[in-house]
């Protein structure tokens, strides 16, 4: 009883919201009641009166109101009130749509409106009688109306006028006349239907008795019945078979009456079942109601019967188990079987300006890059030219004796001779006798995200963890296979196009698997970049922002990890997608694995779990430098180890980074990451930090790239699709529709006692593991307030080995902090309770 009445108090923010939508109801009241009670007699705005006293039941106050608003709208004037109630519904009623802002579409509206109010107030000021004083269109109706009429006489500004009043309606509400019309339609059919059956109710004949002959008859049976279908159907519902009118052998629907009026409403009326919470929705619909549905009507009602959220099965008997100190997947209590991906129309349809380079211009290019070659005594020539989006690639065959290496060393004279921002020389290309000379383009395009989407290779790719990059110097579209590669490493300085790379690759999983065959792990040491996908059903646990549970995030994956392992190891499998395909040849078979791994004495439960699919796990960390100067070398174990091993178990990672120096991005990640990711870095030693090899520095930022696949050792230039933030929150919202996130509070949280989670293999430390002087240390350390090493070294006379460690182990067990960035620690324990 007492939630029930929580439930019904309102919050501050909700009673705040309420209170401004009663003010607009009630401001809306009162310009009804100002209008209604003008008197042309009344003291105004546009008139004077001797008289003081005011006839206008909202007072003079009103009285001002109603002229003001009759003046400048004159008819029109009554619109005020549903305005003032539409916003204050708009504002108050629906306060999260006013979060994300399509401004593209408040602008359309307000120019609907703003066309609507033009047409009504100069149509009456042309046909309608003046009220009391003042013009029927007001001074906008005057205005208008005799600026047109000079030029387009009577019947052509009355066309314009009407033309107004239509688009500005469809721009301000978004409703079609076409379908307005056809809904006035199918009512006048229904109207004309009840008339048509009215007489033989009355006469009580009934309807299995009555034939239709008349062909007449037939077709405008058939004609309401592709009214009824053409009508959308919910998501999540179902029709009942007996709604559906049977249809005879040609065809056309049989005009039968029916017996009585509740038959007779029922096949007037179409119901529709409860909706049903099942796996998959499959609406109930007879094609042969109508087979002569047009093409377009045909994939209006597929779009309408699709479903839009995701169903949720009942909640499974699994908890969360502990199996070898490790953590276990629980069955999802709210796990959500995923209806069609979100639709490729909610990115925006590329705008694009199109500067095509026209045949004698390459050739032109190629002439002036042979001549200024041979300037700086190289003869080369143009065998091959390669145009594309961001550049253009001239393909070289050297003449004998010349090295490559040359051509590389003359590369910024090149670029100042061809007045170009940059040019890189690509040594090697595979295949190929030449090198290549890529020169950016005169006018570069933007290569969208739903361009690449809307292609072939990301259709017809099978991989769940299947990515969007770009397009290559070509064009093409470059889609890769995240669990090929199987990590990820990403460098590029601030503006190189880096974080909207990592948001194109999120988003494009997004698009490409639901959260039963992908879940994220997301570490966004800046609280700003990743933050925005808080709340998506792909998530196992909250955006981490605190570094210091983005440690324990590393380290439940590298348990989770291992009880991966040992399970397929026991199922007799090779990797994760074997196991995904033991266990739905299993379902399929209708028969049911147990979990091999189960340990009754750590179990509440008397039966062992049912195993289920297991999805592939993607941890994405956005600035990898700043989690590695507060963790430190915590994280690099975590993530080499994850690195090593964690492709057959399906845990893969993407490590961003603005920084790619070596104590950041250090060689025991560098060797079990194999594909590098290079945006524009600012130096050759960055770029050889990432790639191994230079050519990043020449770079064009703005998503320009060096993609090194795994395996080979060039590298390819890669331009990197644009997404923009309100397509990301249009493609999160979607997916927050669907279903709920299933968050793992042991992901951050560690042990439920806060103690260490302990990997595999992993020891905890023993008092015989703790200094012998480790007691009399902290009271020296937490008395003075001094928590470096030397001053412990100094005070007990010891070597600075066995200083630094016994510092160490205070750091584990929290007396001291971790160093600053100039050695210093806090002393965080307070000092001892002196007794007297």
């Known amino acids: 009883m007492s939630e029930n009445q929580d439930t019904k108090i309102l919050s501050g923010v909700q009673r705040l919201l309420e209170g401004g939508l009663i003010f607009c109801a009630l401001l809306a009241t009162f310009i009804v009641i100002a209008l209604a009670s003008f008197d042309a007699t009344d003291p105004a705005w546009s008139q004077a009166s001797l008289s003081e006293d005011i006839q206008n039941y909202a007072g003079s106050v009103g009285a001002w109101v109603a002229d003001v608003l009759f003046y400048i709208m004159g008819f029109s004037a009554w619109l005020m009130p549903l305005i003032v109630v539409a916003s204050g519904m708009l504002i108050f009623r629906h306060p999260k749509q006013l979060a994300e802002v399509d401004y593209f579409a408040v602008g359309l509206r307000i120019i609907g409106f703003l066309l609507m109010l033009c047409g009504l107030t100069s149509l009456a000021s042309m046909n309608a009688n003046d009220i009391y004083d003042f013009s029927a269109g007001g001074v906008i109706g005057d205005v208008i109306s005799s600026t047109m009429l000079p030029y387009f006489s009577q019947l052509g500004t009355t066309l314009l006028l009407l033309w107004f009043v239509g688009a500005g309606f469809t721009l301000l509400t978004g409703v079609s006349w076409i ?11 229904q109207v004309a239907l009840f008339l048509w059956r009215l007489p033989q109710r009355f006469s009580g004949q009934k309807a299995e008795t009555v034939e239709a002959n008349d062909d007449d008859t037939g077709r405008f049976m058939a004609l309401v019945n592709r009214f009824k279908t053409s009508k959308p159907i919910e998501a999540g519902t179902e029709t009942s078979d007996n709604t559906v009118e049977q249809t005879g052998n040609n065809g056309r629907s049989e005009p039968g009456i029916v017996a009585d009026e509740a038959l007779q409403h029922q096949r007037m009326e179409p119901s529709f079942a409860e909706p049903a919470f099942e796996p998959t929705i499959e609406p109930n619909i007879d094609l042969a109601i109508e087979p002569s549905i047009e093409p377009e009507r045909e994939s209006d009602i597929d779009a309408a019967l699709e479903p839009t959220l995701g169903s949720m099965r009942e909640p499974a008997d699994d908890t969360a188990k502990i199996v070898d100190g490790q953590v276990v997947l629980p069955a999802k209590a709210k796990k959500p079987t995923m209806a069609p991906l979100p639709d490729i129309g909610l990115l925006d349809v590329p705008n694009r300006s199109q500067n095509p380079i026209s045949q ?6 190629a002439r002036l890059v042979e001549a200024k070659l041979l300037d700086f005594n190289v003869t080369a020539t143009v065998v091959d030219v390669c145009p594309g989006p961001v550049i253009t690639r001239f393909e070289l065959d050297l003449a004998p ?6 051509i590389t060393g003359l590369a910024k004279d090149l670029a100042r001779a061809l007045s170009a921002v940059s040019v890189r020389v690509v040594e090697v290309i595979p295949g190929k006798s030449v090198i290549g000379l890529e020169l950016p383009n005169k006018f570069r395009e933007t290569v969208f995200m739903r361009d690449v989407l809307d292609t072939q290779a990301f259709a017809d790719s099978k991989s769940n963890l299947t990515m969007v990059l770009g397009s290559d110097i070509a064009g093409d579209p470059v889609v890769v296979d995240l669990g090929k590669m199987p990590h990820l490493l990403v460098a590029g300085t601030t503006g190189s196009g880096k974080s909207v790379g990592v948001n194109t ?10 959260p039963e065959d992908v879940r994220l792990i997301l570490i966004d040491p800046k609280m700003l970049e990743l933050s925005v996908y808080e709340g998506i059903p792909h998530l196992l646990c909250e955006v981490v922002t605190d570094m210091k549970q983005a440690s324990n995030a590393l380290r439940w994956c590298v348990g989770e990890m ?20 033991k266990i739905a040849e299993a379902e399929a078979a209708g028969e049911v694995i147990m979990d091999p791994l189960w340990n009754p004495a750590e179990s509440m439960q008397t039966q062992p779990p049912k195993l289920e699919k297991m999805p592939s796990i993607v941890v994405v960390v956005d600035e990898f430098a700043d989690m590695m100067m507060i963790v430190g070398k915590k994280v690099e174990e975590l993530i080499a180890r994850i690195a090593q091993k964690a492709r ?14 070596v104590d950041v991005i250090t060689g025991l990640i560098k060797a079990n990451v194999p594909t590098r990711m290079a945006f524009q870095v600012s130096s050759k030693i960055d770029s050889r930090t990432i790639l191994d090899q230079q050519g990043a520095e020449t770079l064009l930022g703005m998503g320009d790239m060096l993609y090194l696949p795994p395996g080979t050792g060039v590298p390819m230039r890669v331009h990197g699709a644009f997404v923009d933030d309100h397509e990301v929150h249009r493609v999160v919202a979607d997916w927050k529709q669907r279903a709920e996130p299933q968050y793992l509070e042991e992901i951050l949280a560690g042990t439920a006692d806060g103690e260490q989670v302990l990997m595999p293999g992993e020891v905890a430390e023993t008092d015989e593991d703790t200094d012998a002087l480790y007691d009399e240390a902290v009271m020296f350390v937490t008395e003075s ?5 030397s001053s412990v070294q100094r005070k007990f006379k010891i070597g600075y080995n066995r200083a630094a460690r016994i510092i160490e182990q205070m750091e584990a067990q929290g007396v001291v902090s971790t160093p600053a960035h100039n050695g210093n620690r806090e002393v965080l324990a307070p000092p001892p309770v002196k007794v007297n």
Do not use: F, W
């Not at 379908?179 to 059919?189: K, P």
């Not at 004796?401 to 040359?406: A, E, F, R, T």
């Not at 057959?648 to 120096?661: D, M, V």
């Open 179 to 189: 379908t307005l019309v056809e809904t006035v339609g199918e009512a006048c059919i």
């Open 360 to 365: 004698e211009e390459l050739d032109q290019v």
């Open 401 to 406: 004796g010349i090295k490559v290496s040359k």
């Open 505 to 514: 690759m999120i988003v494009s999983l997004l698009y490409k698997s639901g």
């Open 562 to 581: 291992e009880r991966r392992y040992k399970l397929m190891s026991a199922m007799g499998v090779r990797n994760l997608k074997g196991y995904n395909a």
């Open 648 to 661: 057959a178990a399906g845990i893969h990672l993407i490590l961003a980074t603005q920084r790619p120096s």
């Open 785 to 789: 307030r001094r928590g470096s090493i």
